[in-house]
């Protein structure tokens, strides 16, 4: 318990790194302070700790203040079907708010932080402040949008197109964070990344060796780096998203 005041007495929305990624966006200092008060800061989560339960009742909402996690369902065989992959200035927990309750699994991958935001707070919060409210809305309309994008993608494309996708959708989200966009770790394994894109996990190695046989990519274990940006994006059927030479 020490441990976690510690957390919450140095972090704080208004120093927050990556706060124009999450909820914070857009706010002034006073709307600042008020959400601040009701978040709840914790330890690290390690890689495979859970959040949250599908069934468990809707408490928090939680956003990625670093490190990444994926969020899974089981089918009735207990098979995994990951969903989503988290990255710091993401919001987890919106598709449960209709049924008030988690409808899936959220896992750590890695160390990672999260910031806690009761649910039921940050409802009556929202009705007190309209711009805290068109962002919760502007996020869910962009998660709303990715899972639109995700099942064209598994449902409509080859194997290469959407690893290609894969590559260059997360280049660009290093970028928005300010992060190398050109040259990153994969913080999920192969068989992670396959599950994600309904691939074998040999299907995403061998692809990620044609990659790099053809100069398109460079790997050394999970790091990845994009040599040819324009092809890759060629190959996803996306426009070229510019890339960073530097974090």
Same mark, same amino acid.
């Given at each position: 318990?020490?441990?976690d ?28 302070t ?13 890689? @495979? ?10 408490? #928090?909402l ?12 089981l ?24 049924e008030? #309750?988690?409808? @899936?699994?959220?896992e750590a991958?890695e ?31 962009d998660?709303?949008?990715?899972d639109?994008?995700?099942?064209s ?6 194997a ?6 894969f ?11 300010g ?8 913080s ?14 040999e ?23 994009l ?8 190959i ?12």
């Amino acid at each position: 318990m020490a441990n976690d005041k510690s957390v919450s007495n140095h972090i704080h929305c208004q120093n927050c790194g990556i706060n124009q990624l999450c909820l914070p966006y857009t706010l002034d200092d006073s709307s600042l302070t008020k959400l601040d008060s009701i978040i709840e800061r914790k330890r690290p989560y390690q890689r @495979g700790d859970v959040l949250f339960r599908a069934g468990d009742p809707l408490i #928090s909402l939680y956003a990625v203040r670093s490190g990444c996690l994926k969020s899974y369902m089981l089918n009735d065989s207990g098979e995994m079907q990951i969903t989503a992959f988290h990255l710091p200035g993401d919001l987890i927990g919106f598709s449960s708010i209709a049924e008030n #309750s988690y409808q @899936g699994y959220t896992e750590a991958l890695e160390t990672s932080m999260v910031c806690e935001i009761p649910y039921d707070n940050l409802e009556s919060l929202s009705g007190q402040l309209p711009t805290l409210r068109r962002q919760i809305l502007r996020l869910m309309s962009d998660e709303i949008n990715t899972d639109k994008r995700m099942l064209s993608l598994v449902t409509s494309r080859s194997a290469e197109e959407r690893l290609a996708t894969f590559l260059i959708e997360l280049s660009a989200r290093f970028r928005k964070r300010g992060l190398s966009s050109r040259e990153f770790r994969l913080s999920m394994t192969r068989a992670e990344i396959g599950n994600y894109l309904g691939l074998t996990v040999e299907t995403v190695s061998r692809l990620l060796g044609k990659f790099q046989k053809e100069s398109l990519i460079k790997v050394d274990g999970r790091f990845v780096s994009l040599l040819n940006v324009d092809a890759i994006s060629s190959i996803a059927g996306i426009l070229p998203i510019p890339c960073q030479q530097q974090a």
